[in-house]
């Protein structure tokens, strides 16, 4: 097997690092030592903020480190996604935007995080996180009907690529000098539910993504260097009520007041 077609596979073993199953997790995982919480004013949102967290053990308190900082989500907000809880647990209402392909919304909820990436050919100094350098042939596929939905490929590996639609990760731009991949609709996958969802760096403020959480240059390599695999770090998102709602339940961090 190549090194392409192994790193193809990352983002979905990344998913399944944590101990409890995504449809059957009841909780914050035990595991979890990390975790940043997205959230934004309302549904419709595209700008909110970042807080990082972390805690010793499973049964300590969570620790705010850092500041937090500017973000934007997708350009039409953010709408109920496949994690690690499902949505019901999460407090979805019946009304509530859920996530689809092609939607131009972030995925709300909780999730694991895959593989980093970027332009450089070795990883940012200091950062532990498995790491894909990108070239010309590196795609992310959001054909729903293809078998490799949801994953970045290398095209020269793949004999006889089966989709019509994909992003290719080499970009004209900095958007992607920095980046990791959220573990969202990935295990397991369901054909339309959303694919390629990222963080990565953004257009600038108030400038919304086709699905990602953006954020300055500084801010995502900041990330890069501080994610610890060993710790399982965690991304939460979502607007700021649901979470206030339901935090405490699922044992997520209180958010500095006025944030």
Not at 82 to 87: F, N, R
Not at 226 to 239: E, G, R
């Amino acid at each position: 097997m190549s090194k392409w077609i192994r790193l193809a596979w990352l983002p979905i073993f990344a998913a399944c690092v944590l101990p409890s199953l995504p449809a059957r997790a009841q909780g914050m995982p035990e595991a979890a030592r990390q975790i940043v919480v997205v959230t934004t004013a309302d549904w419709n949102s595209v700008s909110g903020t970042l807080q990082r967290f972390a805690r010793d053990g499973s049964n300590d308190k969570w620790t705010a480190v850092g500041q937090p900082f500017p973000i934007v989500v997708g350009k039409t907000g953010l709408a109920w996604g496949s994690g690690l809880i499902p949505a019901k647990r999460l407090g979805a209402d019946a009304g509530d935007p859920v996530k689809q392909e092609g939607d131009g919304k972030a995925p709300a909820g909780m999730f694991s995080l895959g593989t980093a990436f970027g332009y450089e050919p070795q990883p940012l100094a200091g950062s532990r996180m498995s790491y894909m350098p990108l070239t010309s042939s590196v795609e992310c596929v959001d054909d729903a009907k293809s078998q490799y939905y949801n994953r970045i490929v290398d095209r020269r590996n793949i004999g006889a690529p089966d989709w019509n639609s994909s992003e290719h990760m080499l970009r004209d731009d900095e958007l992607y000098h920095w980046g990791a991949y959220v573990n969202h609709n990935a295990h397991p996958t369901r054909p339309g539910g959303g694919s390629c969802i990222f963080l990565h760096i953004w257009r600038g403020a108030g400038q919304g993504t086709v699905g990602c959480t953006a954020m300055p240059k500084e801010d995502i390599q900041q990330l890069l260097e501080w994610f610890d695999p060993a710790k399982s770090p965690l991304l939460v998102q979502m607007p700021r009520g649901r979470y206030e709602q339901v935090r405490q339940r699922l044992g997520w961090p209180k958010l500095p007041a006025g944030e």
